[in-house]
């Protein structure tokens, strides 16, 4: 089972990321399960997505403890309870323009920034970052297939959908090389 931790504030979009990555994966014939915690419910707050994949249906009805992939919307998060639920083997994606080298104190965690603000405000998408973030943490994770989390984005956004599109391939891109040559992507 693949247990997925996607962490923000409030209004940061990190929930409607988690609900498209399970539906991406549900969209593969996946057994998924999505729910969702909000701190204390306005912007700026922590929230998080919780979401598990799994070849069979899933039983376990408790949150997740040991994470397999992150998903951070926010580097200022990467910190105690979100880095309690991590292990040396579990992948971060971060949203930040810093490069990987440059995580003082957070030795030995497998952490991949990715600048998707850069790549959200190049396609006409200002803050919202959703779509670039997506599209790097399945390049890193190798799941789902980037066509079915672009054919998810197309088909739920609620407008501008080829920029979304586009920033999401671009990530995915941007992620590809930035793991095969140790690049920073911004």
């Keep these: 089972m693949l247990q997925i931790i996607v962490q923000g504030r409030g209004g940061q979009g990190a929930q409607t990321a988690g609900n498209l990555l399970a539906a991406a994966f549900y969209r593969e014939g996946k057994y998924i399960q999505c729910f969702a915690t909000y701190g204390g419910a306005r912007r700026g707050t922590p929230v998080s997505s919780f979401i598990r994949v ?4 899933i039983r376990l009805r408790c949150d997740i403890e040991h994470a397999d992939a992150i998903l951070c919307f926010d580097s200022s998060l ?6 309690d639920r991590s292990t040396n ?14 995580w003082n104190g957070l030795d030995g965690f497998r952490i991949l920034p990715i600048d998707g603000i850069a790549i959200a405000r190049k396609h006409g998408l200002g803050r919202i970052v959703n779509s670039s973030l997506l599209g790097a943490f399945v390049c890193a994770l190798k799941a789902p297939s980037i066509d079915v989390m672009q054919q998810t984005i197309a088909e739920t956004a609620p407008a501008r959908k080829a ?3 586009s920033a999401c391939l671009e990530a995915y891109d941007c992620t590809r090389q930035l793991m095969q ?3 920073s992507c911004q």
């Design 181 to 183: 040559e140790g690049l």
């Design 163 to 165: 920029e979304n599109v």
């Design 78 to 83: 990467l910190k105690g309870g979100l880095l």
């Design 54 to 57: 799994d070849d069979r249906p």
């Design 89 to 102: 083997d579990t992948l971060i994606v971060v949203n930040a323009g810093r490069a990987s080298g440059d």
